[in-house]
């Protein structure tokens, strides 16, 4: 599977951006998704993951009732609806698919990912 990200840019603090990711190529709904982030100097971190139905989901402590994970089988797509965002949300942001069949949060268990996409939150 082939993964593009979109929909990042620069926001101030308390904003809102979406970011999308496309996929291409068949069977996306046998793929958990998730969201990572990383800026640099720093290990890429866990931001979210929706299972293959998108009937699960999990997030990271930090952004736990600010982001919220979705996705579209017939479309191909999985999206992160981002709110009240920090300066500390600053970050490339990347999607990644899984074969895990539930909801996993290490990046090692995506071995697919797409090019990033970078988030900016001015304070």
């Known amino acids: 599977v082939q993964l593009q990200a979109s929909g990042g840019g620069l926001v101030q603090t308390g904003g809102s951006l979406r970011l999308s990711c496309q996929a291409s190529g068949r069977s996306f709904s046998n793929y958990a998704m998730g969201w990572f982030r990383q800026t640099p100097g720093k290990e890429r971190e866990f931001v979210a993951v929706i299972n293959r139905s998108g009937g699960t989901t999990n997030y990271a402590d930090a952004v736990k009732g600010r982001f919220t994970i979705s996705r579209d089988n017939a479309k191909n797509t999985v999206s992160l609806q981002m709110n009240s965002l920090k300066p500390e949300d600053t970050a490339v942001y990347y999607c990644?698919?899984?074969?895990?069949?539930?909801?996993?949060?290490?990046?090692?268990?995506?071995?697919?990912w797409g090019q990033g996409t970078q988030v900016t939150v001015s304070s």
């Open positions: 990644a698919a899984s074969l895990y069949a539930g909801v996993v949060l290490s990046d090692r268990a995506f071995p697919y």
